[in-house]
């Protein structure tokens, strides 16, 4: 079982910067995949960001790539996503998502392959 908390959301003009970040209970951290997803209003949960146990592989949807960073420190049981570049469609609540992995070093895309969310952070992005 894990429970996850995330932090780090708020208010930024277009252009900023965030970083966002997904505690995580339990001592078998670093067998979880880690993803990111949000949900604007009105709109269904997409993927932004995942990245496997070891932080070997990552992943981005094309509309973050290139500005979007995500991290994970095992030693803090932390998941972390820098945000650059901020853009007023990027408003949205974001996600923290964990599945474990029995086997290789991956991670997902689809919601459904994750098992544990945590309650979300806002983040707005004014223009």
């Known amino acids: 079982q894990v429970q996850l908390v995330e932090s780090g959301g708020g208010l930024v003009q277009a252009g900023g910067s965030l970083r966002l970040s997904c505690a995580a209970s339990g001592r078998t951290f670093s067998s979880y995949a880690m993803g990111w997803f949000r949900q604007a209003p009105g709109k269904e949960r997409e993927f932004v960001a995942a990245?496997?146990?070891?932080?070997?592989?990552?992943y981005y949807s094309d509309s973050v790539k290139g500005r979007f960073t995500i991290s994970r420190n095992n030693a803090k049981n932390t998941v972390y996503l820098q945000m650059n570049s901020l853009k007023p469609e990027d408003t949205a609540v974001y996600y923290c998502?964990?599945?474990?992995?029995?086997?290789?070093?991956?991670?997902?895309?689809?919601?459904?392959?994750?098992?544990?969310w945590g309650q979300g952070t806002r983040v707005t992005v004014s223009s």
């Open positions: 990245i496997s146990w070891s932080g070997g592989s990552t």
């Open positions: 998502a964990a599945f474990s992995v029995d086997e290789g070093d991956y991670a997902a895309l689809s919601e459904f392959e994750y098992d544990y």
